[in-house]
């Protein structure tokens, strides 16, 4: 700590020696007005650094860190055989969806959202909630900024009821803690395609094959062991 007189003729760092009485420093300041002034700073000192420093922890724990990579399981719903494994993958183009679908009908198109529940418990995923829609905005084409942030292009089956997924999807992210983060929602597979319209889902029909958007279990630990948990 450093203080310096009024007209910056002295500085003074309380871990040098004693100022000799005998300086000009002396002559036109009492020793009564020196000794109270360092220490109301030695007083704010101790004050303050312990909340700076927790400030500083704060910063640095409150958010979780971006997941590089996660699978997603899709399970088939009651009477149903839609089954497959996605991939999340975030870059700077978005957040990347890629993988296979299997068990849908031969050439046809299927509703593909995030809904905002990550729970499949139920036999129909009516668990999983409606779309995730943070914004609170109408159902809308998936290129589009006023739409369901979860909702994605309708996938597309060949002859065999093969549906190959690789997309992007703007605004969502994975694992950051923020508003558009997915971890903790879930994927669905619908019966029907999505026509982007109708209102509140677009018309999907029912649930094929839901699938947990679930933070790894290495990543969740090092969070818990980082106050996250």
């Known amino acids: 700590?450093?203080?310096?007189?009024?007209?910056?003729?002295?500085?003074?760092?309380?871990?040098?020696?004693?100022?000799?009485?005998?300086?000009?420093?002396?002559?036109?300041?009492?020793?009564?007005?020196?000794?109270?002034?360092?220490?109301?700073?030695?007083?704010?000192?101790?004050?303050?650094a312990p909340a700076a420093l927790a400030?500083?922890?704060?910063?640095?724990?409150?958010?979780?860190?971006?997941?590089?990579?996660?699978?997603?399981?899709?399970?088939?719903?009651?009477?149903?055989?839609?089954?497959?494994?996605?991939?999340?993958?975030?870059?700077?183009?978005?957040?990347?969806v890629t993988g296979t679908v299997t068990g849908l009908d031969a050439n046809s198109e299927h509703g593909f959202h995030f809904h905002e529940h990550g729970d499949c418990s139920a036999p129909d995923a009516s668990s999983a909630g409606d779309h995730f829609n943070p914004d609170g905005h109408a159902?809308?084409?998936?290129?589009t900024r006023q739409r369901h942030a979860g909702a994605m292009r309708n996938l597309k089956t060949d002859g065999?009821?093969?549906?190959?997924?690789?997309?992007?999807?703007?605004?969502?992210t994975l694992g950051d803690g923020g508003k558009y983060d997915v971890v903790g929602t879930a994927l669905i597979v619908h019966a029907d395609a999505d026509d982007y319209t109708s209102q509140p889902v677009g018309n999907a029909g029912a649930r094929l094959s839901c699938g947990v958007v679930e933070r790894p279990a290495a990543v969740q630990s090092a969070d818990e062991d980082n106050g996250n948990g």
């Open 55 to 96: 400030q500083s922890t704060d910063s640095l724990t409150s958010s979780s860190a971006q997941i590089n990579r996660l699978a997603v399981t899709l399970e088939a719903t009651q009477g149903n055989r839609a089954a497959g494994t996605i991939t999340l993958s975030p870059d700077n183009r978005g957040l990347r």
């Open 160 to 172: 065999s009821g093969r549906a190959e997924v690789d997309m992007y999807v703007d605004l969502l």
């Open 139 to 143: 159902h809308g084409h998936p290129d």
């Open 1 to 48: 700590m450093r203080i310096a007189s009024t007209d910056n003729r002295l500085i003074m760092s309380i871990t040098d020696p004693p100022i000799p009485r005998t300086h000009p420093f002396f002559k036109e300041h009492s020793v009564m007005t020196v000794i109270p002034s360092l220490a109301s700073l030695a007083l704010a000192a101790t004050f303050l």
